[in-house]
Protein backbone atom coordinates (compact mmCIF):
# COMPACT_ATOMS: atom_id res chain seq x y z
CA UNK A 1 0.00 0.00 0.00
CA UNK A 2 2.59 2.20 -1.23
CA UNK A 3 0.87 6.66 -0.81
CA UNK A 4 -2.52 5.54 -0.69
CA UNK A 5 -4.28 5.29 3.12
CA UNK A 6 -4.13 9.37 3.15
CA UNK A 7 -6.21 9.19 0.01
CA UNK A 8 -9.21 7.52 2.18
CA UNK A 9 -11.65 9.81 4.02
CA UNK A 10 -10.75 9.33 7.91
CA UNK A 11 -14.16 7.67 8.96
CA UNK A 12 -13.42 4.51 5.64
CA UNK A 13 -10.26 3.22 7.25
CA UNK A 14 -11.52 1.01 9.33
CA UNK A 15 -13.26 -0.63 6.77
CA UNK A 16 -9.86 -0.58 4.85
CA UNK A 17 -8.35 -1.94 8.02
CA UNK A 18 -10.50 -5.03 8.73
CA UNK A 19 -10.41 -5.88 5.00
CA UNK A 20 -6.73 -5.49 4.45
CA UNK A 21 -5.76 -7.33 8.67
CA UNK A 22 -8.74 -9.23 9.28
CA UNK A 23 -9.91 -10.66 6.22
CA UNK A 24 -6.98 -10.89 3.73
CA UNK A 25 -4.22 -11.44 6.48
CA UNK A 26 -1.19 -11.42 4.63
CA UNK A 27 1.75 -12.33 6.17
CA UNK A 28 3.43 -8.96 5.19
CA UNK A 29 1.90 -5.89 4.74
CA UNK A 30 4.08 -2.29 3.70
CA UNK A 31 2.06 1.09 4.11
CA UNK A 32 3.75 4.24 3.03
CA UNK A 33 2.47 7.50 3.40
CA UNK A 34 3.47 11.39 3.38
CA UNK A 35 5.30 12.69 7.05
CA UNK A 36 3.48 15.93 7.68
CA UNK A 37 6.18 17.41 9.70
CA UNK A 38 8.78 17.00 6.60
CA UNK A 39 6.13 19.68 4.69
CA UNK A 40 8.12 22.70 6.48
CA UNK A 41 10.43 21.82 3.41
CA UNK A 42 8.73 22.65 0.80
CA UNK A 43 6.73 25.87 -0.71
CA UNK A 44 2.82 25.95 0.71
CA UNK A 45 4.43 24.34 3.82
CA UNK A 46 0.82 25.07 5.05
CA UNK A 47 -1.02 22.45 2.44
CA UNK A 48 -1.26 18.78 1.92
CA UNK A 49 1.24 18.04 -0.65
CA UNK A 50 -1.82 16.56 -3.08
CA UNK A 51 -5.13 17.90 -3.24
CA UNK A 52 -6.20 14.40 -3.24
CA UNK A 53 -4.62 13.96 0.51
CA UNK A 54 -7.50 13.89 2.99
CA UNK A 55 -5.15 13.51 5.60
CA UNK A 56 -1.14 13.88 6.47
CA UNK A 57 0.24 11.99 9.26
CA UNK A 58 3.23 13.12 11.96
CA UNK A 59 5.68 10.17 12.91
CA UNK A 60 3.90 9.84 16.14
CA UNK A 61 0.20 10.11 14.53
CA UNK A 62 1.20 7.04 11.83
CA UNK A 63 2.94 5.60 14.72
CA UNK A 64 -0.06 5.49 16.87
CA UNK A 65 -2.59 3.80 14.06
CA UNK A 66 0.11 1.46 13.63
CA UNK A 67 0.44 0.09 16.17
CA UNK A 68 -3.09 -0.04 17.32
CA UNK A 69 -3.36 -1.56 14.37
CA UNK A 70 -0.67 -4.36 15.07
CA UNK A 71 -2.24 -4.84 18.25
CA UNK A 72 -5.97 -5.58 17.17
CA UNK A 73 -4.90 -7.51 14.39
CA UNK A 74 -2.26 -9.64 15.63
CA UNK A 75 0.47 -8.30 13.56
CA UNK A 76 4.20 -6.92 14.33
CA UNK A 77 5.11 -3.62 13.01
CA UNK A 78 8.19 -2.21 12.30
CA UNK A 79 8.74 1.59 11.32
CA UNK A 80 11.32 2.97 8.81
CA UNK A 81 11.93 6.58 6.75
CA UNK A 82 12.07 6.93 2.75
CA UNK A 83 13.84 9.25 1.28
CA UNK A 84 16.75 11.54 2.97
CA UNK A 85 16.08 12.07 6.72
CA UNK A 86 16.27 15.47 8.17
CA UNK A 87 17.53 15.38 11.79
CA UNK A 88 14.16 17.27 13.46
CA UNK A 89 11.32 16.29 11.06
CA UNK A 90 12.95 13.13 10.04
CA UNK A 91 11.95 11.86 6.06
CA UNK A 92 9.72 12.63 3.94
CA UNK A 93 7.49 9.35 3.62
CA UNK A 94 7.39 7.07 6.81
CA UNK A 95 6.79 3.06 6.25
CA UNK A 96 5.18 0.27 8.51
CA UNK A 97 6.17 -3.05 7.55
CA UNK A 98 3.61 -5.45 9.26
CA UNK A 99 3.96 -9.18 9.82
CA UNK A 100 1.74 -11.45 11.09
CA UNK A 101 2.59 -12.60 14.99
CA UNK A 102 3.33 -16.39 15.57
Known amino acids: ?6 HFDLAR ?7 LFAFTRPKTVIITTPNVEYNV ?12 HRFEWTRKEFQTWANGIADQFRYSVRFLGIGEEDAIVGAPTQMGVFSVRA
Open 13 to 19: LAAFERI
Open 1 to 6: MVEVIE
Open 41 to 52: KFENAEKLRHSD
